[in-house]
Every structure is written in structure tokens, then in C-alpha cells.
């Protein structure tokens, strides 16, 4: 046994449920289970590649992917050969938000590249502190987090956009208040210009432009209705230096100005 799981496994006969870890192994590492367990297995891979092996076949996982394995199913995992694997990991009892998820015996979903990436690998660190740590309310902060990962993957299930498009609109969500040069915007995700614009709209049904006026848009009205924002600040707030334009969009896509909104929020919420 690794040494590393000697270390966990004492943790788990101590009464935790919850188990995680973060390896990096060699291609000589393999675990293999031919009766199953009774908790789920989940992977996040940091570098190199694993595989996931199944009575229903064998699937790898490589960087930036979320491996599943589910309870109460044979199977077998480690480093593919000639590979190192750097991964963290997880042991959980089922928890609801499974049920998003594809009934397979192992589940391998590509998570983005870029934000939602640091996102994920920055929740599973939670985890893995928390887990070891087991400070007050522990588990319940194990679980939580891991429910966020599990939402965030069966999230990329649902989309099913080309993955530079995801790329594209987390940039514009992460930079909405700023300044966007399309350019820019096409060379963070690997795209001409040309390119950008008509996978974008393929892909979502708007242009680059329309999106972020729709991101800009609804984050205004949240401001003015929960935040006490006046129409000029929200208008400021979410990225549009000249207010008529912000008033016209406003209008079009809401049927009344920015002021009539505030207006008719505060007057229901009061």
C-alpha cells in the first residue's frame, strides 16, 4: 500500500465518512476493488493521466477532467503507463445532487479551461484542509463543497457548448464591468475575430456584443432592485460610460426605463 494511503486509511478507521487526498503517482500505481466499496470515489487531475476501469469499460482521466466512480461498482484505478498521474481525490457517501449526473458506472467530464478550472481545484483544497483539519462542522463544509462540484460538473453536461465558447463567456461574466475589445476577447480563447463571432452566435444565439449587453443589463436591474443603486450607478456599476445608450438597451429589453424600474421595485418592496 502507498504510503499515502496508509496515512488516509488510518484517518477514515477513525470514524470519518468523509476521506480525500491529493496524489502524484508513478504509471506503477493501481488500486483495484472487484467487489466494489459502499461510498463513491470522485478525481480531480492536476497532470499526467488515469484511467477508470469498470465491469462497462475503461475511461482515462487526463488534465482538467472530474472522474466519478459510483458506489457498489467492481473496478480498478491508476496511473496509465508511461504516465505520472497528480490528482486529488475523494470518498463520500451519495450525496442528492448524484442524481444531476448520468447513471454510467464512471463518469469523466473535460472541465474548462481557465476560470472554472481554478474554481474547482481551489474547492477541492477546501476539501482536502477541511477534511484533514476536522475542525467544527467539518463534514458539512466537505459536503457543501463537493456538492459545488458536482453542480459545476453536471453543469458542463448540460451546456454541451465548444469549450472555447465557454471560455468566452467567462471572460466576458469575470470582465463585464470593464472595457471588452473583441480582439482581445477572440485571442484569450484562441480564435480569429472572424471565427469568434460566428461560433458565438451559433453557438448561443447572440452576438459577443448583445451577450454582454444582456450580462450588463440584468446585473443592473439586480442593483437597483436589492442593492439600492440608482439607475446612473447601476449603469456605472456594470460597465456603460454613456447612460442614454444604457437607457435605450434598458428600455428595449425591460419595456420601461431604468428609472421607471427603480421606481416600481422600491415601491413593491417597500
Known amino acids: 500500500m502507498h504510503p499515502n ?29 472487484p467487489n466494489g466499496i459502499s461510498d463513491w470515489l470522485i478525481f480531480y487531475t492536476l497532470e499526467g493521466e488515469g484511467y477508470l476501469r469498470t465491469p462497462a469499460g475503461e475511461r482515462r482521466c487526463r488534465k482538467g477532467q472530474i472522474g466519478l466512480l459510483r458506489a457498489g461498482i467492481p473496478h480498478e484505478y491508476g496511473t496509465i503507463a508511461g504516465s505520472s498521474w497528480h490528482f486529488y481525490w475523494a470518498h463520500f457517501q451519495k450525496l442528492p445532487e448524484i442524481d444531476y449526473l448520468p447513471k454510467d458506472e ?33 463534514q458539512m463544509l466537505c459536503e ?42 477572440a485571442r484569450s480563447v484562441g480564435l480569429s475575430l472572424s471565427r469568434l463571432s460566428h ?17 450588463r443589463l440584468q446585473q443592473a436591474a439586480l ?35 431604468p428609472r421607471t424600474y427603480k421606481k416600481d421595485k422600491t415601491a413593491h418592496n417597500e
Open 199 to 215: 461560433l458565438f452566435k451559433q453557438e448561443t444565439g447572440m452576438s459577443v456584443v448583445e451577450h454582454l449587453n444582456h450580462l
Open 144 to 185: 457543501n463543497a463537493l456538492r459545488q462540484v458536482i453542480l459545476l460538473t453536471a453543469q458542463q453536461l448540460d451546456k454541451r457548448l465548444d469549450p472555447r465558447i465557454e471560455l468566452a463567456l467567462q471572460y466576458l461574466s469575470q470582465h463585464m464591468e470593464q472595457p471588452i475589445r473583441i480582439e482581445e476577447l
Open 223 to 257: 442593483l437597483m432592485e436589492h442593492m439600492g443603486r440608482s439607475a446612473t450607478e447601476a449603469a456605472l456599476d456594470v460597465g456603460f460610460n454613456n447612460y442614454n445608450h444604457f437607457a435605450a438597451l434598458f428600455r428595449k429589453s425591460y419595456g420601461v426605463s
Open 5 to 33: 494511503h496508509r496515512k488516509e486509511a488510518e484517518t477514515e478507521a477513525h470514524g470519518g465518512v468523509f476521506l480525500s487526498g491529493l496524489f502524484d503517482e508513478s504509471d506503477s500505481y493501481r488500486y483495484r476493488r
Open 106 to 138: 464512471s463518469i469523466v467530464i473535460t472541465i474548462p479551461d481557465g476560470n472554472m478550472r481554478s474554481r474547482v481545484q481551489l474547492t477541492f483544497d477546501h476539501i482536502l484542509s477541511d477534511s484533514r483539519e476536522r475542525a467544527s462542522f467539518w
